[in-house]
Every structure is written in C-alpha cells, then in structure tokens.
C-alpha cells in the first residue's frame, strides 16, 4: 500500500507545475462556451506528457483524457470545469487576469491546474493505475444549460464507474476538505417575466396601464410565496434578480422585464414554485389591468452526493494524514456536477482556499477573490487518495 507520506511527496513535488499551470489559466480567463484557448493550453499538456485524450467531446472545447493501467480494475473519472465569470478583476496579483471584464472568480483555473497534476503523477505512476482513469475538462459549468449534459451525450461517461470532483471554499481554512452526504447542492431553476400595457405619460398614470406598479407588486406577491406557502422545513429561495424597464423619469414604460432564480431540493417544491410565480405575476396584472408572459426554464438538478462515494472522500482525507475532512451544510447554490452524478455514482468535495494573511478570503465570484496556493497539494493529494482507495478495494 502506498503511505501517506509518499502521497504527500509526490503532491509537492507536483506544486510547482500546478502552480504555473493555475496562474497561466487565471491570467488567460475565457467565459463558458468561449473556452477556444483554454482547451488548447490542457491540449498541449496532455500531449507532452504522452496521454491519450479526445477532443471536441459534446462542443468544440471538451476534452476527455484516459489513461489506461496494465492491472484489471475499475474505471474512475475526475471532473474540472474551464469557463470564468464576467467580472472585472481587482486583485492586483501579478497574474490579473489580462482580459477586462472576466476573471477567474470561481476557482475553475484551481480545478483545471489539480486535475492536470493528477492526470500527470498517474501517467508519471503507471505502475499503480488499475483499470482506467477518465480526466474531464468540461466546459460551461457557470451557464446553463451547462456543458456536463452535452458531455455525457457524447460520452464521456460511457464506462465510468464512480465520478468525483471538488470545488475550492474560501470558507475553509487552505488543506482543509469538507464533504457532506446526501443533498449537497440545490437544483437551480429560473424565471423570465413580461409585463405589457399602454404605457403614458409620469403624470397621468390613471390614463395607462401602469407596467412599473405592476412589476413592483408583483416582486413583493413573489417574495411572499416561500414565507407564507412553503413547509417552514423545506428548503426553498426564490430571488428575482433582474428588472429592466424604462428610458425616460417622467414615461411609464410599455413593458418591463423580470429575471430570477429558484432554489429548491426537491422537484415538486420546484414545480409549485414555478406555478404560484405565475399567480403572483398574474394577479399584480389584474389589479392594474396589465398583461404578462411568462417563462420557467429547469436548471441543473439537485446534486446528491452518494453515501459510499462519500465515505471514500472522507477515508481520503483520513489517508493523508493531515487534511482535516468536515462536515459541511448544504447550500442553495448550484453545480452541473450534478448532472454526472445522476448518471453514475460519486462525491463532490471541497477543499479549502482560505488564507486571511494572503486577503484569501473573500466569497467565490468577488472580484477580489483570491485562493491560497497550496490548496493545490491538497487538492491533487485527495485526488490520489481517492484513485488509491477505489483501486485497492
């Protein structure tokens, strides 16, 4: 059995070359679906470490990398995700991102530069790859309707087992990993809302169909649907997050558009959601003799973490001798790793980026977020921890 000791060894001596990788990808963010010079990069990498990769799986930034062991034994996947977040970068590290407006703000440059390190000390370790290991470079996890689905389509799971992944947390300290079974991830939905009148003159409004009125009751009929007609122990966030409406302060508009997301576990508190949206919009349009539009769109599902997968993670950390696995809570964001784990079995993790001294420790998608580097060795140790407990079951 490989120690702990020798896990760890390998992980550092694998930091330097994360670490150029990490920085390469943060100073060089691309948006989902406009991965072109990302994947290129994670292309030539695997091409010079000799490993066999297809391009191109489920859109023209895919990538599936295996590497194939001599010993029979199962076939496990790790997922990264590649795309950035539009937001102007305010970090001042010397590797800012160089294209204004995106940024590296979720932590995607992390998970690529870990999965490249363990995708590397595997080809590196042959002598102890059992089975198959599948590397996915997934492209479009911050936009829905994601590039998991497209993926899997393609194939990317055909034959995999078990699937893990992890996400870096600014909230746990660096070298910490947090891990929780069951229902981790909220299922992420939205709703898209026209309202329609006449429109007229600021001073006048009993002359028209007053849309803004409409719309501001509207948002307060919507902010009541989880307070007052939801189960006080269900889960449930209903945000509306965009209005737009307007070009003039003394015109009431002819239209104004609503945009929001729904939170939510379970699918039928989803679709009771998405009906009483509909009736709130629909009686604010009575009261002022407007009409509306709507539209609800399904997002990424709920991600449940499975009971034995988890137990894995948390044997991982155990073997490594000195990440500390925790608990975590759920949390109402969401995640198209769901999207694999509707499909095979597996656990995704968090591994902790936090580091006051170094500001690392403002939120995930600030434009002043930072992760403390040696979240990596962490990172890729799991990775290896992980590979050798399902192996040497």
Known sequence: MVTGNQVRGWAERKFPKMQEYRRHFHENPELSFQE?????????VLEQRGILFEAGVGGPWGIVARIKGDQPGPCIAFRADMDALGIREETNLSFSSAREGVMHACG???????????????????????????FIFQFAEEIPPGGAVSMIEAGCLDGVDRIYGAHVDPQ???????????AYMAASDSFFVDIRGGGGHGSCPYEAQDTMTTAATAILNINQIVSRLIDPLESAVISTCQIHGGVSYNVIPAVISLGGTIRTYKRETADFIRDEIEQAVKAACSMYGTEYSYRFERGYPCLCNRERETAVVKKAAERTGHCRCREIRPTMVGEDF?????KVPGAFFRVGVQNEKLGAAYPLHHSHFQADETGLIAALEMFLQIYLAETEQ
């Open 108 to 134: 995607h440059d992390f998970h690529m530069a870990a999965l490249l390190g363990l995708a590397e000390t595997l080809q590196e370790k042959r002598e102890f790859v059992k089975g198959t290991v599948v």
């Open 338 to 342: 769901a999207r694999y784990l509707e």
């Open 172 to 182: 746990l300290p660096a070298g910490e990993v947090g891990v929780l079974e069951g």
């Open 36 to 44: 072109k010079e990302t994947s290129a990069y994670i292309r030539a």
